[in-house]
């Protein structure tokens, strides 16, 4: 299973329910523990909490409150991206930090844009501001609630709502003076390409044909010819007498010298200007200005994490229809694709370069499965109780920190509250939960019993306390020692698998460790909070980091260079403070 999480064979939900599913065949687990993982209150609370962060977000209360940000920093550059990433942080604990990040990328690129700073310089400490800013709370982010639930059923008091402040506002402090350092002086400033046909390096695949007097083409529809089925090809436009086709073009017989602007495999524009007798007009070069015309524009937009046009194809979606846009090429991390899109699977975090319609830029912006990387409409959404949607969160928060009503209680009722005074509807409800999320989780709880009836955990406990027998410590050092290997472990492992996969797993190392030296286990359990939630080394050690990683041009490399030296100051800033803040 560890294999399949660190190589990504499968979706990561899909390899903790096989997992699941082997030990319920062998009898490791009961159907009952197999199950268990669904009603488990980590589970429901963060269902709910997805629920009321989409509530949030459909005010535009944070868009509004960047913007405010912005003025009251006026034009000091630097203090500006600094009042930023410390806003982003915040917010990120309070709310999931992916569904942050999600509103944040446009606005960062905004912000960047006022201030002609490169997006390379912003998107990646956003990224890392969202991540340790998930720690402040115990709602920040998934690992914190499902660690909280593993101490439960081991009779182990759970965390409190700001339990982890006391260390997440040093992690605040820290990782944000840290983002203005790597963002100012050492993250690459890539040129911003104006034109994203350039971005995408779309003139060569984008070439413009002549209907000669003898083509093959004249007095046949598109429909009429094979040229589908022979080349790699998808046509764009037609252009008569300066007036430009886009939309059925099905139904235009081609006549003499008209001009069809069609993206092709540069492989196939000999064959087909020779096959059909066409000419080819080499010598144009289209901009993103001629491509948009007065009635369309290019567009780029980002697959959110939730987004349920993962994991299909253009064909089976019917973008063109259910968009009415023509998806001219995908970036994937480094790759640019432009050929045979349409029956390319797509996956998270991917970004679509999009030829469409100026009118329905608005409509596209508000689909839930696709972020539009451009300068933003910014108000408030006054719609019904808008205000409840505001306060909601804080007002949970506070409930809990008083103890008046337990976390999970107060989540449902917050989330009951909203669909009561339709805030947002079932549907919005519906598609505002990350499904891969909740049974990634649900699946891994079985996973994290198995660990425990098998004695896994123990085994690895002793390994980590093996490990350190061999430094030389007194007895009363002894505890930090293991602490930090288990941190670095923890880390170590969260770079290349998921983080709520590895807390699952150490969690119940945490606590073996603890009764191996008869200790407190609360310092080990803090400690695999925070390790399995700030790895900053790799793109795929967060999905924060993935988000960013198409729309800031990074390199993986960027990631080890900026993200490694964080990753260890946080190391040490926890290996010094969890004892002081949770003795042994």
Known sequence: SIVCFAKELFPMEVVALSATSFLLLFGIITPEEAVSGFSNKAVITIGAMFIMSKALLKTGFLEVLTEKVYLFAGQKKWFTIFVFFTTVAIISGFINNTAA??????????????????????????????????????????????????????GIEPFSIFEFFKLGIIFLIVGTIYNIILAKWFLPSRVVISSLTKKYHMARYLTEFKISEDSSFLGKRINQLDIEQKFDIQILMIIRDQVRYRYNLNTIQFKKDDVILVQINIKDIVSLKEQYDLLLLSDVKMTQKELSGKNHVLVECLLPQESHLIGKTLQELDFKKKYQGFVLAVRRNTDIIREKLAKIKLRFSDTLLVMMPKGKVESFRRSPDLILLEELNIVLKYEGLWWLSIIVIPLIMILTFLNVISIMKASIIGAVILLIVRSLSIQDAYESINWSVIFLIASLIPIGIAIDKTGTDLLIGKLIISIGDLFETNISQEPHLYLAILYIATVLFSAFISNNAIAVIMAPVAIAIAINLNVDPRPFMVAVCFAASNCFMTPIGYQTNLMVYGPGQYKFSDFIKAGLPLTLIFWIISVYFIPIFWPF
């Open 101 to 154: 990040v999600a509103i944040f990328i446009p606005l960062a690129i905004y912000l960047g844009q006022l201030m002609h700073i490169s997006p390379s310089k912003l998107l990646m400490p956003l990224s890392f501001a969202a991540i340790f800013g998930g720690t402040l709370t115990l709602i920040g982010t998934s690992t914190n609630l499902l660690v909280s639930s593993i101490m439960v059923e081991k």
